[in-house]
């Protein structure tokens, strides 16, 4: 706010400064121009200054109007509109003040009278330099509050879909967890105190990780591992996994929540789309100094339901990539001897990138 | 009376098991992993009732009923608490929303004994008007499950009480009515363009008059179907002409 009012002052004194210079310049000329028609240097310097100061009058009447309407369609017809009836008013107002002072000095009046169109035809030329540079002026401005505008907006939305993005969590997974934790209660009370704990803990990272947009990879693979162990709690022997990681992967920075969804979804097709034992592969490596993950879930070809491709599971991390890192390239399917492979590059960015 | 359990989780599974207990007169005659596994248990054993749940592999438990002739009772145990729930709470039929305490689940069985319960028929019915898959068709194709995405599905014709599905891979049968698929596919895909025809619209190449009031719809398939004065209504308002 303070910045806003003290360049305010900066561009009055810019404006006024202008018309006191031009006001300069404009009346030294006149009175040069009127001394060369034989008028003496008092009239002269008097008719310089009147007509100055009515013409800086008739601008600022036009600078300040425009800041409170700015004309939207039609600005050129305005703009020249203006120009003619101000021009009028000016020379009406110079003409009625010269006369009052020296209605005496018949000359003169003379003089002014045949130079009345061509003071006329310079009025209109400086009023209509005014009014355009004044709407050129505003409207800019109007623009560039605009687009800030518009940016800001965008940047609000862009927070609010991914915080949207990060927060989904199936709750299917939580009640059919919750379905087994009540299932072995009855038989296996110290299984089931376990799983709570795994829940529990799951259930805190998600709330903790809401709040953090970048983790290390370990810390999600950490994470990953708590809710695979979940799973195969349901599952029993038919989920399997594999993880390999590469150890200059573990300290490299990643979108927190950003796995999660990628291993649910195969998961879901591994486990859905087939039959008998699934091994989930996760590996994890450092590549061109991009942080690359790779899932693989066998799936069935032939009766995949999604054949419209991804998946919301996978659309909605591609989207989360792209408002993250302004690319669509990141992440990648093949679809391979019944294997659904995703591969997701991660680039790394600056230290101060991440918050 | 004898129940199987179908349910794709073993500790989902020995939970009713373990709940079954106290129903001594009711003997567990299989317990299922999937939809596959469960049709044939049905078969072999044909039990007075089953609990099915709905997510598992391949098919799921409402398309594993629809392949059965003579559905027994069906109690449906799930986590799924979509549409399908809102229907099945409204008509009274028998579900157990996981996790299920025993009160609840006594009763089910107790609605169960008071035969106060929905046929089965119509709980299908209903769960397939609320719609959990109609992105595919299920059918039984020489004793073999076939799924089928509808995106493969070229045109179905009305035949008797059955329906024919035309795909790529041949002509299968199913035991629906044509205003079953009518309602069930996706309509900005399926039209209806005659009493006995819907058609995939991804696959129309011309349209052209024949006789009057009507026309002829040609497929990239090569197929010349007859299109009724209604269904060209329906088709230039879903293709936008």
Not at chain 1, 329 to 336: G, M, R
Not at chain 2, 214 to 229: E, I, N
């Given at each position: ?261 990628l291993v649910e979804n195969a998961i879901k097709f591994g486990l859905y789309d087939t039959i008998g034992e699934v091994i989930i592969f996760i590996t994890a490596k450092k590549v061109n ?67 | ?172 049968l199913k035991k629906k009515t044509m205003q079953h698929f009518e309602d069930s596919l996706p309509s900005q895909e399926f039209i209806r363009t005659h009493r006995s025809y819907i058609i ?42």
């Open positions: 706010m303070a910045r806003n009012i003290s360049a305010n002052k900066k561009n009055s004194i810019l404006v006024l400064g202008a018309l006191l210079s031009w006001f300069g310049i404009w009346s030294t000329l006149q009175i040069m121009i009127l001394q060369d028609f034989g008028i003496s240097t008092s009239r002269a310097m008097a008719d310089a200054v009147i007509s100055n100061i009515l013409m800086i009058a008739v601008c600022l009447l036009v600078i300040n109007n425009m800041r409170y309407y700015l004309p939207k369609r039609e600005k050129y017809w305005y703009s020249i509109f203006v120009s003619i009836a101000l021009s009028g008013l000016w020379l009406l107002l110079m003409r009625v003040s010269l006369w009052g002072l020296f209605k005496n000095d018949t000359a003169y009046m003379l003089s002014l009278s045949q130079t009345a169109l061509i003071r006329y035809i310079i009025a209109f030329l400086m009023i209509g330099c005014c009014t355009v540079l004044s709407l050129l002026w505003y409207t800019q401005k109007e623009q560039q509050a605009d687009s800030l505008r518009k940016q800001d907006m965008e940047r609000l939305a862009r927070e609010a879909e991914l915080h949207k993005l990060r927060q989904q969590l199936q709750p299917h997974f939580l009640f059919n967890s919750l379905n087994s934790i009540s299932a072995l209660t009855g038989s296996q009370p110290e299984k089931a105190r376990h799983m709570i704990q795994q829940l529990s803990d799951f259930l805190r990272g998600t709330l903790k990780k809401e709040e953090q947009q970048w983790t290390s990879f370990a810390e999600e693979l950490q994470y990953l591992q708590l809710y695979l162990e979940i799973e195969k709690v349901r599952f029993g022997y038919r989920l399997q996994t594999n993880i390999q990681c590469e150890e200059e992967a573990t300290q490299m920075r990643l979108p927190s929540m950003l796995l999660q969804p100094n991009q942080l690359q993950v790779q899932v693989q879930n066998p799936f069935d070809e032939t009766t995949a339901a999604p054949l419209k491709g991804t998946g919301f599971g996978l659309s909605s991390i591609r989207r989360r990539l792209f408002l993250l890192f302004g690319r669509h390239d990141l992440l990648q399917i093949k679809k391979d001897n019944q294997q659904f492979i995703t591969i997701i590059n991660i680039p790394q960015l600056n230290e101060s990138n991440y918050n | 009376m004898k129940a199987i359990i179908i349910d794709d989780e073993p500790l989902a599974r020995m939970m009713v098991k373990e709940y079954l207990q106290s129903y001594p007169h009711i003997s567990i005659a299989a317990e299922c992993n999937d939809g596959f596994e469960g049709i044939k248990a049905i078969q072999q054993h044909q039990p007075d009732l089953i609990f099915l749940d709905i997510q598992m592999p391949k098919i799921n438990g409402f398309e594993m009923l629809e392949l059965i002739d003579h559905p027994p009772l069906v109690i449906f145990t799930t986590a799924f608490e979509e549409y399908a729930i809102k229907a099945f709470d409204t008509h009274a039929a028998d579900y157990l929303l996981k996790p299920f305490s025993k009160e609840r689940f006594d009763k089910a069985m107790l609605k169960l004994q008071l035969q106060k319960v929905n046929s089965t028929q119509a709980t299908v019915d209903l769960a397939l008007q609320t719609n959990l898959h109609t992105n595919r068709i299920v059918v039984k194709d020489n004793g073999k499950i076939k799924i089928i995405p509808v995106a493969q599905v070229q045109y179905l014709e009305a035949a008797d009480d059955y329906v024919k599905i035309f795909t790529p891979d041949g002509i299968f995939n619209a991804q696959l129309i190449t011309r349209i052209q008059p024949h006789e009057k009031d009507s026309h002829l719809v040609l497929l990239t398939t090569g197929a010349r179907l007859p299109v009724s004065k209604a269904g060209y209504a329906r088709l230039k308002e879903v293709l936008g002409i």
